[in-house]
């Protein structure tokens, strides 16, 4: 029972936000790993800076319509897939005659694939009709921050600022 408890004492220690010395403030994420890069290779323990977005908002960035035509073709693809694994697994168009000479029946590969692809439009569509989310669009979901921090401990300050000086005085 005591082993259970540490266990989620530490994993809400690591659900906290961290606390620390702050070396600067970012405006992209790409300026703060950049940063974080300099003190990495002056070697400061990686597993000791924290990069901490503020004032997240999450952007969703809208890719292309959704209708019909693509949810037929998009169903027809991954049928298609299926269809062509499940004929080589099972051997479709390969037939053994009586004299145990093997013969090559492409039509039977091909319906198999076909029928796979027709199924998988079929099934896609009919998801899409069920779904309670008539979105007419793709989109893509992902958080940003609006700056960036980079935290290290309070006892590890001063070694992080003389390494970014003498990466500043270098480049």
Same mark, same amino acid.
């Given at each position: 029972?005591?082993?259970?408890?540490?266990?989620?004492?530490?994993?809400?220690?690591?659900?906290?936000?961290? +606390?620390?010395?702050?070396?600067?403030?970012?405006?992209?994420?790409?300026?703060?790993?950049?940063?974080?890069?300099?003190?990495?290779?002056?070697? $400061?323990?990686?597993?000791?800076?924290?990069?901490?977005?503020?004032?997240?908002?999450?952007?969703?960035?809208?890719?292309?319509?959704?209708?019909?035509?693509?949810?037929?073709?998009?169903?027809?693809?991954?049928?298609?897939?299926?269809?062509?694994?499940?004929?080589?697994? &099972?051997?479709?168009?390969?037939? !053994?005659?009586?004299?145990? %000479? &093997?013969?090559? !029946?492409?039509? %039977?590969?091909?319906?198999?694939?076909?029928?796979?692809?027709?199924?998988?439009?079929?099934?896609? &569509?009919? +998801? $899409?009709?069920?779904?309670?989310?008539? +979105?007419? $669009?793709?989109?893509?979901?992902?958080?940003?921050?609006?700056?960036?921090?980079?935290? !290290?401990?309070?006892?590890?300050?001063?070694?992080?600022?003389? &390494?970014?000086?003498?990466? +500043? %005085?270098?480049?």
């Amino acid at each position: 029972m005591s082993d259970a408890r540490s266990s989620s004492k530490k994993n809400n220690a690591a659900l906290s936000i961290p +606390r620390g010395h702050s070396l600067g403030e970012f405006r992209t994420h790409t300026e703060a790993t950049e940063f974080v890069n300099r003190l990495v290779a002056g070697d $400061f323990k990686a597993n000791k800076v924290t990069i901490l977005g503020h004032d997240l908002v999450m952007v969703e960035k809208v890719r292309s319509r959704l209708g019909y035509g693509r949810v037929a073709a998009s169903g027809a693809i991954t049928g298609f897939w299926l269809g062509l694994i499940f004929a080589l697994l &099972i051997g479709a168009g390969f037939d !053994v005659g009586a004299d145990g %000479e &093997i013969n090559y !029946v492409p039509q %039977e590969f091909l319906a198999v694939v076909v029928i796979a692809a027709g199924v998988g439009m079929l099934v896609n &569509i009919l +998801r $899409f009709l069920a779904s309670k989310n008539k +979105r007419g $669009f793709l989109s893509s979901q992902m958080p940003v921050a609006a700056r960036y921090e980079v935290i !290290v401990p309070e006892e590890d300050a001063a070694k992080a600022m003389q &390494i970014i000086n003498m990466a +500043r %005085e270098l480049g």
